[in-house]
């Protein structure tokens, strides 16, 4: 999902991770859609849920 700040050549990502089971938001990060934005919400994990993390995608390059 994205939006812009101020105009729409500055859009901004929002990266969330959900708990499957509670369906609650256990990570986000609001950034780029590059390398660096997918480790952003990595690190915005919990340790308990970097255990057993499954990541799904669109396929589209980063």
Known sequence: MWSFVSNK??????????????REIV???????????????WQSLPPVYKQCAVCYTDFWSA
């Open 9 to 22: 050549g500055n859009k901004q990502w929002v990266w969330l991770a959900l708990d499957v089971n509670s």
């Open 27 to 41: 990570g986000v990060y609001i950034g780029t859609r590059s390398r660096s934005g997918a480790y952003g919400l």
